[in-house]
C-alpha cells in the first residue's frame, strides 16, 4: 500500500531553518502533484507550497521567498526546505499526493514549532 512519512520537524528559533522530507513507498500512477500543507491549533490546514509532475512550483504568499518545495525522483523523497521561519509558521505540516487518476494520499504530519 501506498504510504507517505514526514520527518525533520522539531523545535527552532525564530529566524532558524528546517528541511522537511516526505518520503513515499508502494506506487502512484499519474502523479499530478505533490504538496506540503500546515494546520495551526485554531486553524484550517492550509496549502503551503505545491510542486507538479513537471516541477512548477506555487507557494503560499506567506511563505513565498522562505520557503522551497523539491523533490527527488531516485529517492522518492519531496522536500520542504524552511528558512527564515517565523512563530506564525508554527503548524503541524503535512505531505500529499494527488495523482490524476483521483487518488489523494497524506501522511500523518510533523510538528514545527518555532519560538520567537
Known amino acids: 500500500q501506498v504510504q507517505l512519512v514526514e520527518s525533520g520537524g522539531g523545535l527552532v528559533q525564530a529566524g532558524g531553518s528546517l528541511r522537511l522530507s516526505c518520503a513515499k513507498s508502494?506506487?502512484?500512477?499519474?502523479?499530478?502533484?505533490m504538496a506540503w500543507y500546515r494546520q495551526a491549533p485554531g486553524k484550517q490546514r492550509e496549502v503551503v507550497a505545491d510542486i507538479t509532475s513537471g516541477d512548477t512550483t506555487n507557494y503560499a504568499d506567506s511563505v513565498k521567498g522562505r520557503f522551497t518545495i523539491s523533490r527527488d525522483n531516485a529517492k522518492n523523497t519531496v522536500y520542504l526546505q524552511m528558512n527564515s521561519l517565523k512563530p506564525e509558521d508554527t503548524a503541524v505540516y503535512y505531505c500529499n499526493v494527488g495523482s490524476r487518476l483521483g487518488g489523494d494520499y497524506w501522511g500523518k504530519g510533523t510538528l514545527v514549532t518555532v519560538s520567537s
Open positions: 508502494g506506487t502512484i500512477l499519474w502523479i499530478n502533484h
